[in-house]
């Protein structure tokens, strides 16, 4: 998968805010940084579909080569990842990560015929949510209340949602902004190292230069008008 933006341009009202004409390729990350108000909230916003007045963009945005341009948000395969975790509180981390698993897949056994989907089950979707716990070494959680995790655990679980959405792209909203400096630093390296793993273009938008750093990708510094 491969995230392009063509000669995309954004406004408010009629004020540029900036212009990019990048493409992110499959487990790169292209950093963002600059202050508050210059765009970078609304870039996000452009590519998952939810830009609204007084905001807009002129250009195409590609994702995998599949204009999504005036495509509605939930059919983008955007994830966001932001500031706070955003769990469903009244679930267990099991039940949050299940909520965004897909309601059906592909049916492997028909992939050399005619490709078909099938409904899982959920026993299916709670196997699916073990397993994926148990790739980052997680699976002690599946069954606490998400209220009673620490900080960096909620911030794992939210990535892990994130990513059971099977999305194309994920957008990083200063997702470690709020975290404690020990957990920030062991945050950066397992979230990117998730990302990179899965081949998924990522944009990361931040005011730090630590997550720039441990982004290991190209930067872009956007100033405000």
Known sequence: MTLKLDKVSL?????TLFSLD??????????????SGSGKSTLLNAIAGQ????????????INDKCINGMPAHNRGVGVLYQ?????????????????????MLDKASIHNAPSKKTLSRAQRDQR???????VGLESLQHRPVQTLSG???????????LAAAPNVVLLDEPFSKLDAATKTQ???????????R??????????????EAAQGRLIEIETC
């Open 152 to 162: 960096g655990q909620q911030a794992r679980i939210a990535l892990l949602r994130t």
């Open 129 to 135: 949510v073990t397993e994926m716990l148990a790739e």
């Open 11 to 15: 406004f408010r009202y009629t004020d």
């Open 84 to 104: 706070d975790p955003l769990l469903f509180e009244h679930m267990t981390v099991g039940q949050n990560i299940a909520f965004a698993l897909p309601s059906n």
């Open 187 to 197: 945050m950066r390296t397992w979230v990117f190292s998730q990302l990179k793993a």
């Open 199 to 212: 081949g998924l273009p990522t944009l990361l938008v931040t005011h730090d230069s630590e997550d720039v």
């Open 51 to 62: 830009l609204t007045a007084p905001f807009s963009m002129k250009g195409s945005i590609y």
């Open 22 to 35: 990048e493409e992110i390729n499959p487990g790169e990350v292209l950093s963002i940084m600059g202050p």
